[in-house]
């Protein structure tokens, strides 16, 4: 069996993520720090290739435009057109909300509450009275009070 770190050890070591028996070994061994500097070697040299080649490379420049702006003058002249245009509709809304046809329709409604109120029968029963003999004043039972 070796004493040297596995492949997961010297990881965390580059990760800074080793124990402190890993660290340790990592600096006493000159064979696992070995490692380590070739790793972190490979590492600068692959970053500094990307970024030359990422210097290299053309791709079109984006220039920042201005937005438009709108005066506030336009803005101005949307809303007064637009208060202008609501006074019509509010006027005319005014006009046919006048209280005379809600009083008139109030009188009907206690009409016809009354009218059904003041019916001998109810409705249904209307329709079997017309099979019903009409009884004389004289014939009608006389009704007993019931207190």
Same mark, same amino acid.
């Given at each position: 069996m070796s004493n040297h770190l596995s492949n997961d050890q010297i990881t965390r070591c580059i990760l800074g993520q080793?124990? !402190?028996?890993?660290?340790?070994?990592?600096?006493n061994c000159l064979q696992c720090r070995e490692q380590v500097r070739q790793?972190?070697?490979?590492?600068?040299?692959?970053?500094?290739?990307? $970024?030359?080649?990422?210097e290299e490379e053309s791709f079109p420049q984006l220039h920042e435009t201005p937005a438009p702006r709108l005066g506030w003058g336009w803005a101005a002249a949307g809303?007064?057109?637009a208060v202008l245009a609501g006074i019509p509709v509010h006027e005319r809304q005014n006009q046919h909300a006048s209280p005379? !046809?809600?009083? $008139?329709s109030?009188?009907?409604?206690?009409?016809?509450?009354?009218?059904?109120?003041?019916? /001998?029968? /109810?409705?249904?029963?209307?329709?079997v009275m017309v099979l019903l003999p009409e009884l004389e /004043?004289?014939?009608? !039972?006389?009704?007993?009070e019931v207190r």
């Open positions: 080793a124990s !402190p028996e890993e660290e340790q070994h990592c600096r790793f972190s070697d490979s590492m600068s040299t692959f970053q500094g290739v990307m $970024k030359n080649w990422s809303i007064a057109v005379e !046809p809600a009083a $008139k109030d009188q009907m409604l206690m009409e016809e509450v009354a009218a059904h109120l003041s019916r /001998p029968l /109810p409705m249904s029963m209307e329709r /004043p004289d014939d009608a !039972p006389e009704r007993e």
